[in-house]
């Protein structure tokens, strides 16, 4: 038999010992947080994913000892309104930063995402974290709108896509034409443009220099780190160490050349034993640019790709890596990008808005392994359209986009039906057998379609 | 320093507990061998082979802890050629195991497999190994083609599929209508009748407690295990504890009660310590069957299903385990249910016939960490009908299926071409970008159908 006493000091060693968040009593410390932020990666690009030639073994072992999410949304399938959804925790359409007529910012934009947002670097700013953002921002490149206007301390990166080049000119007359110029796509820090056009080919590599120094720099505070990477957005560059990497060509390069860089992060965490200390989270702005055909990715099993809201253009990788606080586990629950805002500021102690409505959720129950999701619905637009929704399993469509190019959608009156659950690829419309479920969809629907209020938009501003 | 005694300790030390196959110089001793062959299983249908919803933790496990294969092929996407192939480690169309105008043998079949083939039981019985086939056979069912007559010292499952109930009734006068009569199908053992038609709600736990009695009564003595799990073919059955078990739903259900079975399976090897000396592997017929909509299975991101040789049809999910001597890795070279016989024959020390063309390679080298796979190319045959040729990365198809019904095919003539690096899902046709690859591919597609004699069907016998 074990003494009172022995068994006192069993308890002691164990309190001290336990990983944190085991001991569900103790406040875990507030964790430093990256965010790592693909662009058109598709649901089935990893191997951890399914993916049969691209080799990604930094994101298989993130995965392996943290939580692979299977029905994690992003909150629109495209970048800015995604990335828009990402830093504020609110669907596009609250602030503007979505339009049908126009999916994202462009190099003659003059809108942006409004100073009256809060993003969620400016809740970790006020919280007390260093924060930075490196690489594609998408949110707004006039000096107003870039990242050090939004809670950011530092930014390398790029103000909008890599495939942007021209900014139009006005016509001179009016009634005549307006012309393009050429200007390529610009790498700054902070508001200055260092590099234009940027060399693509090292940018991966760059983007993980700057991350690494950031995380060095501020390895005695806590720090958020906005890792958004330029690729796999076509056009595809990779360093001359990735030529011919993969199998899966260059596409396949590219991809592995951003899996070596989470591989970098997470080695310079474990290097400086942060890595019990920090949060990291891996997921896409959106799904794969289907119509470069071998240059975009591959949802796997999901139908559709960008600009679409079937699954495949909504529903990406996402892995939540913090070991000894996160079990390694499969998801198969329901989160979104959306989600990140909330559930990072109850982890770090920061403050969420109050004073307007936030679409996001707090995940800290799934992530600390103490209750279930509490997301059960999932709005899906395009532009300003809402259209589809998911409740449960079931997702039910408003519209249907029947290719990339078409702006305006299919209209289904009555609406289409799939059950995830069952037939994940949505293959099988089963409205006719739920009219019940259909009508309770609708009432959701409806009823959030009364909390939105309209407001112009921000990418249509020129 | 060391001394040179010490140095000599340590080498022996390593060379006694280092796991077996690291050493190269010695050889390894003979392994038990299990194969656990599912029914139908889609390429996308394992968790670890990235679905969504379908939750199968053991296999989960068991492709952690061993090789998970992502281009490894079955002989044919229907049963009973696929299944010949397996045995044999010969294309089916070299023992008239397959025809175009049936796919299958039905209860009224009287062909199957000559007793002129050697079976991979056969090959092993006569090293010395117990040899039983628990689940379905479905290489003929007269008592001459049963498992007991083709190397199985004990069978114990169903003859042919489980959707199968019926048997055509000769016409009383010719020129007459023949009619069916219902059957069901039988569970056997031996070449007795235990029960028809069987209940199937108990199918895959009595296979694994047949399975576990057989592992168990042959632990002192080596074995080889055939399991050919019944499920997921439709008609769908599992037992009551996993009713509602999955979210996937029925089909779902079906596929988490075969995991369990394998997790059964290999906690008895675990138990028994024969981890360490037994080879399993884990993989299924064929694609899934798409018709039957939700009850069918998913090919993830490839295309097609059973019946075609399309992808999806074709390659499977592929788990080699065997602790201690397979390396825990992601396999991304071809492999096929034809070399399992060469590969176990050389593990087991047994003979791969001489007097005949084998189609199987031998895959030890890939296995023992020791060499890259032999196979660089794959023959799809869809009946005795020559489709489809892989070589290296190129796929060359003389002939595609529009749809599971289809039996001609579509003829293509200049063949169609894809890149299945680059293109796992067979969207972009690059015949035209490379002329080389086609003149290639001919060639040794008529080099191999010069090497295959016609022999009459089997399968159309009655």
Redesign the interface.
Same mark, same amino acid.
């Given at each position: 038999m074990i003494s009172t006493a022995k068994w006192t000091v069993a308890a002691w060693v164990l309190a001290v010992c336990l990983p944190i968040g085991v001991a569900r009593a103790a406040k875990p410390p507030r964790p430093n947080v990256v965010i790592i932020f693909a662009d058109d990666l598709g649901y $089935?690009d990893l191997?951890c %994913? $399914?993916?049969?030639?691209i080799?990604t073994p930094h994101l298989?072992r993130m995965a392996?000892e943290g939580q692979r999410w299977?029905?994690f949304y992003v909150a629109a399938s495209m970048c800015t309104p995604s990335r828009a959804g990402l830093m504020t925790g609110r669907l596009p359409v609250r602030n503007g930063m979505c339009s049908l007529r126009q999916h994202v910012l462009y190099p003659d934009s003059a809108g942006g995402l409004p100073q009256s947002e809060i993003t969620l670097a400016e809740t970790l700013k006020d919280a007390g974290y260093a924060t930075a953002c490196i690489g594609k921002w998408h949110l707004g490149h006039r000096s107003e709108f870039l990242p050090m206007k939004q809670g950011f301390d530092e930014f390398y990166g790029l103000p909008y896509s890599n495939d942007m080049k021209n900014r139009r000119v006005p016509p001179k007359k009016p009634g005549g034409k307006a012309s393009h110029e050429y200007i390529g796509v610009p790498l700054m820090r902070g508001e200055k443009t260092l590099e234009q056009p940027v060399d693509q080919t090292t940018l991966t590599q760059r983007y993980t220099k700057e991350a690494i120094r950031f995380i060095e720099k501020n390895r005695k505070r806590p720090f958020f780190l906005y890792l958004a990477q330029t690729m796999p957005h076509v056009p595809l560059f990779r360093s001359k160490e990735f030529v011919d990497h993969s *199998? *899966? $060509?260059l %596409? $396949?390069d590219v991809v592995e050349e951003v899996d070596e860089s989470v591989g970098q992060v997470l080695d310079t965490l474990r290097r400086l034993k942060l890595d019990k200390h920090t949060l990291v989270v891996f997921t896409s702005d959106n799904g794969p640019w289907l119509v470069y *055909?071998?240059r975009g990715g591959?949802?796997?099993?999901l139908r559709g790709g960008k600009g679409s809201t079937w699954e495949g253009g909504m529903r990406e990788p996402a892995i939540f890596w913090w070991p000894g606080t996160i079990k390694p586990e499969?998801v *198969?629950q329901m989160g979104s990008t959306l989600d990140l805002l909330p559930t990072i500021a109850k982890l770090c102690g920061a403050e969420v808005p109050l004073d307007r409505v936030i679409d996001g959720l707090d995940l800290t129950p799934v992530l600390t392994g103490t209750g279930p999701s509490p997301r059960d619905t999932m709005f899906y637009y395009r532009g300003n359209q809402l259209c589809a929704v998911r409740h449960g399993?079931y997702k039910m469509y408003y519209f249907t986009q029947p290719n990339y190019r078409n702006r305006k959608g299919i209209k289904h009156d009555p609406p289409l039906l799939y059950?995830?659950?069952?037939?994940?690829?949505e293959?099988?419309d089963v409205a006719k057998q739920h009219p019940e479920v259909i009508e309770q969809i609708r009432e959701i629907a409806e009823a959030h379609q009364k909390g939105v209020t309209p407001v112009p938009s921000q990418l249509e501003i020129r």
């Open positions: $089935g191997s %994913y $399914g993916h049969p030639t080799n298989d392996h299977t029905e *199998r *899966r $060509g %596409y $396949g *055909r071998q591959s949802a796997g099993l499969v *198969r399993p059950n995830l659950d069952h037939d994940p690829s293959q099988h």
